[in-house]
């Protein structure tokens, strides 16, 4: 079954201080990765895929399909990278556009 | 560009009403939209798959005579709760993908809260 694991409810951290949020995921066949994140007050948006490998904002992800993770990482936390954080997996369905979305991570950075 | 819009931004009914929420792409035409349901400190659980000019595509455990979906143009999708009863309170949330956007790219409205008294 196609499922994305977020085993983190909250994630605290000091201003400064590396992030990472965890993201695990099972799926058959070759998966694309995404990391969602929700600022407060806002609407869900794109952070990151997998595909681009791309540096958004500080943060990377990086695919590690022997582990099947696709964890978020940061090396210097800021005060505004507070919010939520959710990782989606697709296609599934047969619809390029569908995702699973894991749970979500919520970050706070502290002062 | 590529924003989605959501109205009502929330909503409180009586049971047994029914309740219409609409999502519009305010500046480009979504063929696909998708209708998510949220509950508290949960992940988005999607609904339904809406295309343009054709039935909605549900998934499992949905109930579709329920969750009627309808997606009459490229930009506009409605999710119409019927018959609807407290534990269908939840924050419903749509997205649409954008042509010419990468694969998974969403663009999410702001949600709708529904309340049933």
């Known amino acids: 079954a196609q499922r994305v694991t977020q085993p983190e409810k909250l994630l605290s951290v000091f201003k400064g201080a590396p992030v990472e949020l965890k993201c695990n995921y099972s799926?058959?066949?070759?998966?694309?990765l995404f990391w969602y994140v929700q600022y407060s007050r806002q609407r869900l948006q794109l952070l990151l895929r997998?595909?681009s490998r791309e540096s958004i904002k500080g943060f990377t992800a990086d695919l590690n399909k022997g582990e099947t993770s696709f964890h978020l990482k940061k090396p210097f936390a800021q005060e505004e990278d507070s919010a939520m954080y959710y990782c989606?997996?697709?296609?599934?369905?047969?619809?390029?556009?569908?995702?699973?979305f894991g749970t979500g991570t919520l970050l706070a950075v502290q002062p | 560009g590529a924003v989605v819009s959501q109205h009502p931004s929330w909503v409180i009914c009586k049971s047994g009403t029914s309740v219409k929420i609409e999502c519009r792409s305010l500046?480009?035409?979504?063929?696909?939209m998708f209708w998510y349901r949220q509950f508290p400190k949960q992940s988005l659980m999607l609904m339904a798959t809406?295309?343009?000019?054709?039935?909605?595509?549900?998934e499992q455990g949905v109930e579709k005579d329920k969750f009627l979906i309808n997606h009459a143009s490229l930009t506009l999708s409605t999710l119409t709760v019927t018959s609807a009863h407290p534990e269908d309170s939840s924050f419903y949330i749509c997205?649409?993908?954008?042509?010419?956007?990468?694969?998974?790219?969403?663009?999410f409205g702001e949600g709708s809260r529904l309340t049933v008294l």
């Open positions: 799926y058959s066949g070759s998966p694309e």
């Open positions: 500046d480009f035409q979504a063929t696909t």
């Open positions: 997205s649409a993908s954008r042509p010419g956007a990468g694969t998974g790219e969403l663009f």
């Open positions: 997998h595909i």
């Open positions: 989606a997996l697709g296609p599934y369905g047969g619809a390029t556009n569908k995702l699973i």
């Open positions: 809406s295309n343009e000019g054709s039935k909605a595509t549900y």
